[in-house]
């Protein structure tokens, strides 16, 4: 491993499953969370930001599920500056092999005043208590002045100082509300560098909000302020606007290392499908034309473009498509494949099943290969992370059939199996046949669900495309999100729309969990100087 004191690495601290999941909508269960912390891993990120523990129950369990499974990169959990903060992410992250406990407290006026209700002084013995906590489970501990950009320079320097001389290795300064211009950012951290001198002996870190833009740009600034930690998320899902995009900082320091001269842990290669696997579990679309991962990131519809492209490549392109993993067709599987065969390409791909997962992935190959002649890499990932998905949702579509015509009005009937593992059925006529499915699905769970958003896609081109439906429901006021995939569209909208309810209904559970362990939190004083 490269040593990360080396001047010109660069630790990349992925917060997909942290920030990335405060994105509206978002709701992963343990296992999706799990899936995506393996694939960071392999493409390599020096720091997963695995929840924050506090929170709920369930962010409790996925942390701690991650910390026990997943191999080489420290699991970090953010906890404010409470103890029983601080005590819930230490227990959640301590069986990783390199525990992290991230803890934070906002230095701004504006926060300390209207959201925190309280001074200047209060906070900076909050800090310099939590992280004295915190290292007594652990010495790899991060401080992060929230709202650190809009924060009073003498002041947050105050509150770094102490925290350091607690003992944090890391310090995170946020620009929380994504307000700042590159310029204004590093010079932000060239003044901390001057009042703090002891900044120089731990690990500098940036970390920004895409409010206008200039996540990336900012974090670039960081950079060559001398930040060498840059907290960044997969396809930049966070917050409002989103984090700084991870593929987008990694790819500026790769394409333009002979200019920056930082190097990375990241394997590229693995960039494309980390995206698709956050976008397909998260249920957020990757913009066409977004930089790195965009479906026509790589594209060239001009004449002019693709006649200079076919001559030489790098007279339109400044990158390889293959170093980020855009050969992803290359395994390709036809309806004679085996068992093994599909089991050697998913291997291939990161999947390793066996038993009765890899019996369930080579049905649904088989009912789809039918179907389908060639089924490619793109394919199988949507597949098998479809069927993965089905392990663990409460609800589970058994069958449907629906009556659809010009001449009448569609009418679906649809069974479920319920998480009790009843089969229960529902009929509805509706104004079209996708109309008529999910509303028949409401009318067997008995669930008020109502459709928020609905969006279809092919996997990959061609007439026999596999499709992926993405589906958003409200219940209640609580959303959940859930994808589906078939050859059939409207399979692939009745499963996605299943999944949404079970995410929705899951979610609601957890919300009153959460609202139980508020209450209990707040009942428990924060960490204070004596
Ligand atoms: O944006 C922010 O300030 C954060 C902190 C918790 C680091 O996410
Ligand atoms: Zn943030």
Redesign the pocket.
């Known amino acids: 491993m490269t040593n990360p004191r080396d001047p010109n690495r660069v630790l990349i601290f992925d917060?997909t499953l942290r920030?990335g999941e405060q994105s509206p909508g978002i709701s992963l269960n343990t296992q999706e969370k799990l899936e995506i912390a393996q694939q960071l891993a392999r493409l390599g990120v020096d720091v997963i930001e695995a929840g924050f523990p506090i929170t709920s129950p369930g962010d409790f369990e996925a942390v701690q599920t991650i910390s026990r499974t997943v191999d080489g990169p420290i699991i970090a959990a953010?906890a404010r500056t409470h103890a029983a903060d601080i005590d819930a992410a230490w227990n959640a992250v301590k069986d990783a092999p390199r525990p992290r406990i991230h803890t934070?407290i906002a230095t701004s006026d504006l926060h300390i005043r209207h959201k925190l209700q309280t001074t200047r002084e209060d906070v900076l013995g909050q800090a310099r208590a939590a992280v004295a906590h915190a290292k007594q489970y652990t010495d790899d501990v991060e401080f992060?002045p929230?709202?650190?950009f809009r924060s009073d320079r003498e002041f947050m320097a105050e509150v770094i100082a102490a925290a350091i001389e607690e003992g944090a290795r890391t310090i995170?300064v946020?620009d929380?509300v994504g307000y700042a211009t590159p310029e204004e950012y590093a010079a932000m951290f060239t003044r901390l560098y001057e009042l703090v001198p002891a900044l120089r002996e731990v690990t500098v870190s940036a970390?920004c909000?895409d409010d206008l833009g200039l996540a990336v740009a900012n974090s670039l600034a960081g950079i060559q302020a001398g930040c060498r930690q840059v907290?960044c998320a997969i396809n930049g899902i966070g917050?409002r606007a989103g984090n700084a995009s991870l593929e987008e900082i990694v790819m500026v320091l790769h394409t333009r290392a002979p200019l920056l001269n930082l190097t990375t842990g990241i394997e590229t290669t693995e960039i494309s499908r980390t995206s698709r696997l956050v976008s397909r579990l998260t249920g957020y679309p990757v913009q066409p034309n977004k930089a790195i991962v965009g479906r026509n990131a790589f594209a060239h519809e001009a004449g002019i473009h693709q006649d200079g492209v076919l001559k030489e490549r790098t007279t339109y392109e400044i990158m390889d498509a293959t170093t980020v993993g855009l050969d992803a067709n290359s395994i390709v599987l036809g309806k004679h494949s085996g068992r093994h065969a599909l089991q050697q390409a998913l291997s291939e791909l990161g999947f390793e099943l066996s038993g009765h997962t890899l019996n369930t992935a080579f049905k649904r190959f088989k009912e789809i290969a039918d179907k389908k002649k060639q089924i490619s890499a793109m394919d199988l990932e949507a597949l098998v992370t479809d069927e993965l998905r089905e392990e663990v949702t409460g609800y589970q579509l058994e069958w449907f059939d629906v009556e659809a015509s010009t001449r009448r009005p569609p009418h679906a009937t649809v069974g479920i199996r319920t998480p009790e593992g009843d089969e229960v059925t529902g009929s509805f006529t509706g104004d079209g046949p996708v109309d008529a499915i999910f509303r028949a699905i409401n009318a067997a769970t008995g669930a008020d669900a109502r459709l928020r958003e609905f969006r279809v896609d092919a996997v990959t081109g061609g007439q026999d495309a596999l499709g992926e439906t993405s589906v958003v429901v409200e219940i209640a006021g609580i959303t959940g999100s859930g994808q589906g995939v078939s050859t059939d569209i409207l399979e692939a909208a009745a499963r996605a729309y299943v999944r949404a309810l079970s995410n929705a209904v899951r979610r609601r559970g957890i919300m009153a969990e959460a609202e139980e362990a508020t209450a209990a939190a707040v009942s428990e004083p924060p960490v204070r100087t004596p």
């Open positions: 917060t920030d953010l934070f992060s929230e709202d650190g995170n946020p929380t970390h909000h907290e917050e």
